[in-house]
């Protein structure tokens, strides 16, 4: 092999003169730090701590002694998380996506981890996740605590609806909401009665109802013995009990949300986002749209856009990955609710994909396209302008029309347009 002259070699020059690469574990930390003049191989100073903060604070008084600017460790699970808070104020903190790190190919111990990852941050080779500021990540907490409180009382009511089955109380083949304010007053009087009179079930029937008071009657003529309303007891003070959460939550998160009250307006002008689902969108990506290079980018992150999987020129699966699920949640929950917008570009949108796809992927679709304008919203602090179904119709019309020309001509015909009258 001809060695290359020096000129010719791409030679790898430090960024930093003195860093500090960090393994993370539960009860534990091995810390290395890399410094030294950029004209000569580093030292290396390797220590391993405990977790507790007292020991943390240790550790930030032994990097400030070896002046460490720069910080980097994996995000491993929520391990990061202790350390990144007591480490965000003295230092620039670079938190690299495990994935990513994965797939450089290493010996590994924890202290060879840590060392690795030194030497990546003093090259800038370490590749950086996204970590929004404080207020976000706190809004964050909030949004994502009120999503699985949300989904704990569909559990519960789930299982209400179950427990009335299984004692022949045939509520929810009559009622559309069994958990409107009628149904609920219904069961309640269960627990106190064995049968409802027509004259109770009459007083609590609201709106529609009214005229279903028949039907109501031979419904809640069930076999509901005490085994059946000590269980249903219980469901029903889990249900009052999550929803004063839900409740407190949303309190907090209106207080959180006062900052960001102008991108949540410009969030809420796209169709399907309610202020519910502008405040977990805004929780996820953030108010400042400069963290993403472009659309794509966050696509990509969120995990909505077609993943791409390509060998010896044969295109495979392209599923989406893995991405932020909370987001991808609340955006599929906006993109469902901006489907049923008439006469919207989403709702042509949506139904020029679902005869072909079918509705899921259909959804994801519309997703990402609902994630991108939204990028575009936020960046330019302007409201979202809907062009309408009917330029959607217009605009697949005309590429089926192209796409029928190409292959024609690819069949041999040569097509002229006519004019019409």
């Known amino acids: ?21 960090m393994d993370v574990h539960e009860k534990k930390v091995d810390v290395c730090i890399a410094h030294g003049p950029f004209d000569k191989p580093p030292k290396f100073e390797i220590r391993t701590f405990s977790t507790m903060t007292s020991d943390l604070e240790e550790l930030t008084t032994w ?58 941050l003093r090259y800038g080779l370490l590749p950086n996740s996204f970590i929004p500021p404080r207020e976000i990540r706190e809004l964050r907490d909030l949004n994502r605590t009120r999503r699985k409180f949300v989904g704990m009382m569909t559990s519960e009511k789930n299982r209400l609806v179950k427990l009335l089955e299984a004692a022949n109380i045939k509520l ?37 109802l009214k ?38 939550l949303d309190e907090e998160i ?21 202020e519910v689902n502008a405040s977990a969108i805004l929780a996820e990506i953030g108010a400042d749209m400069s963290q993403f290079p472009d659309e794509a ?16 020129g044969k295109k495979k699966s392209g599923k989406t990955q893995k991405g932020n699920s909370f987001l991808k949640g609340a955006l599929t929950e906006a993109a469902w609710a901006a489907s049923k917008t008439k006469n919207s570009s989403y709702n042509a949108f949506y139904h020029n994909l679902v005869g072909r796809k079918g509705k899921k992927k259909a959804l994801v679709a519309l997703a990402h396209r609902m994630l991108i304008d939204i990028y575009f919203v936020l960046k330019a602090g302007e409201p979202y302008q809907d062009m309408g179904a009917e330029a959607i119709h217009e605009r697949t019309s005309k590429r ?22």
């Open 297 to 312: 980018h966050l696509s990509s992150w969120a995990g909505v856009c077609p993943g791409n999987n390509e060998s010896a």
């Open 63 to 120: 990097l400030k002694k070896y002046e460490v600017t720069t910080i980097g460790m994996e995000s491993t699970g929520i391990y990061w998380k202790p350390i990144f808070n007591v480490m965000e104020g003295p230092f620039e903190i670079v938190l690299a996506n495990a994935q990513r790190l994965k797939a450089i190919p290493r010996k590994k111990t924890d202290i060879m981890d840590c060392k690795r990852i030194a030497n990546l």
């Open 400 to 421: 089926r029309e192209r796409s029928m020309i190409r292959s024609l001509e690819k069949a041999g015909y040569s097509v002229t347009k006519a004019a019409t009258a």
């Open 254 to 274: 209106e207080k959180k949300m006062v900052p960001f009250q102008k991108e949540s307006k410009l969030i809420q002008t796209i169709p399907g986002i309610s």
């Open 1 to 21: 092999m001809v060695a290359l002259p020096v000129s010719r070699r791409f030679i790898m020059e430090p960024i930093l003169i003195s860093c500090a690469g």
């Open 172 to 208: 929810s083949s009559v009622v559309t909401r069994i958990y409107g304010v009628s149904s609920l007053a219904m069961i309640r009087s269960l627990l106190e009665k064995d049968k409802l009179s027509r004259e109770d079930i009459s007083k609590m029937a609201k709106g529609k």
């Open 211 to 248: 005229k279903k008071v028949d039907l109501l009657e031979k419904a809640l003529n069930g076999k509901l013995t005490d085994h059946h309303r000590f269980l249903l007891e219980m469901h029903l003070q889990n249900i009052d009990y999550l929803a004063k959460q839900i409740k407190k």
